[in-house]
């Protein structure tokens, strides 16, 4: 069972430079979220969607995009990277936003802005 | 947005039991309380959640007080592989039917041989 697949698994940017994560569920869950972890800290959230059509803020969307493509492929973009977007970024995804369900997280993109 | 407390780290011995403490002073009725913990360079895995009633699951056991403003989360016999980042949510209900996880920096447990 594949679960969460992001891609790609590192990058490196220099500043100004555009790119798109990608991330693909194959649960059939409706709703996939986008969290980034900055070192020693805990995860915070970028953007989510509740499903397929919808996005919605989280607690640091600045300098991000989302585009939820189909059920099953949520893409994060930064369209001209900072240094500050250096960062370990993980999507999420679980059958629905209600508080009894549990999220399934992909490995992770380690990203680096030079 | 309800908050957890939890310690910085803990140790423990291998094949012995675990409980990992949360406080959670300003819960809600409707939160239920999950856990989840993240081993070195992966994303988080979860663990187990609860609303009022203990929980048991093959992972762990799911400890909350009877007013709710705190739970622990027991692992009844660790090893080596239980050693990572242990986070304690209150799942968060937004607007309308939308909910997100708020994680805080959890707790590192180390485990001994």
């Known amino acids: 069972n594949a679960g969460v697949t992001q891609t790609p698994k590192f990058q490196v940017l220099k500043t100004g430079q555009s790119m798109t994560l990608q991330c693909a569920q194959d649960?059939?869950?409706?709703?996939m979220y986008w969290y980034r972890q900055d070192p020693g800290m805990g995860l915070r959230l970028i953007y989510y969607?509740?499903?397929?059509?919808?996005?919605d803020k989280g607690e640091v969307p600045n300098g991000y995009n989302v585009s939820r493509l189909n059920k099953r492929e949520f893409s994060l973009r930064l369209e001209s990277a900072a240094p500050s977007q250096t960062s370990v970024y993980f999507c999420?995804?679980?059958?629905?936003?209600?508080?009894?369900?549990?999220?399934?997280f992909g490995s992770g993109t380690q990203l680096s802005v030079l | 947005d309800a908050k957890t407390t939890q310690p910085n780290s803990m140790e423990s011995n291998e094949e012995e039991p675990v409980h990992l403490p949360c406080n959670h002073s300003?819960?809600?009725?409707?939160?239920?309380i999950h856990w989840y913990r993240q081993l070195p360079s992966q994303g988080p895995e979860y663990v187990i959640h609860?609303?009022?009633s203990n929980v048991n699951n093959r992972m762990a056991s799911l400890a909350i007080a009877e007013d709710r403003k705190s739970s622990t989360l027991i692992l009844h016999r660790a090893t080596l592989r239980d050693a990572a980042v242990y986070y304690c949510i209150l799942r968060d209900v937004g607007t309308g039917a939308n909910s997100k996880l708020t994680f805080g920096k959890g707790i590192t447990l180390s485990v001994r041989p």
């Open positions: 609860g609303l009022t």
């Open positions: 969607s509740a499903s397929e059509g919808t996005t």
């Open positions: 649960m059939n869950h409706n709703s």
């Open positions: 999420a995804s679980s059958a629905s936003t209600g508080t009894n369900e549990k999220l399934f």
């Open positions: 300003t819960i809600s009725g409707t939160d239920y």
